[in-house]
Nanobody
């Protein structure tokens, strides 16, 4: 059975950086589109970064464009989210998710086949 596990969350300072990792087991990431979502308390889950497996295209939500970078290491079956210039408002639980590449950069939650358990990111001043 396929599984995703996020790591790398924790405490970060406003203006600082964190890197999240998403490791897959039971399936290979390089035949799926991978996305990062986040959910702040009382808010809906929102997509922030998307990576296509077929051509390596990336897509970002406007609010993170230029600061976040999604990348993959197929040899490690792991996807990363580098987050720079963090703001207080980005405190949230961050999730990675995998779907068929035909749905790459969909924001529709139920199109995703696999979800991680989430990792908490807390940004402080």
């Amino acid at each position: 059975e396929g599984r995703l596990v996020e790591s790398g969350g924790g405490f970060g300072q406003a203006g600082g950086s964190l890197r999240l990792s998403c490791s897959a087991s039971g399936f290979t990431l390089d035949v799926h589109a991978i996305s990062w979502f986040r959910q702040a308390p009382g808010q809906e889950r929102e997509g922030v970064a998307w990576l296509s497996s077929s051509d390596g295209n990336t897509h970002y939500a406007d609010c993170v464009k230029g600061r976040f970078t999604i990348s993959s290491d197929n040899a490690r079956n792991t996807v990363y989210l580098q987050m720079n210039i963090l703001s207080l408002e980005e405190t949230a639980v961050y999730y990675c998710a995998a779907t068929s590449d035909s749905y790459w950069h969909t924001r529709t939650i139920d199109k995703y086949e696999y979800w991680g358990q989430g990792t908490q990111v807390t940004v402080s001043s």
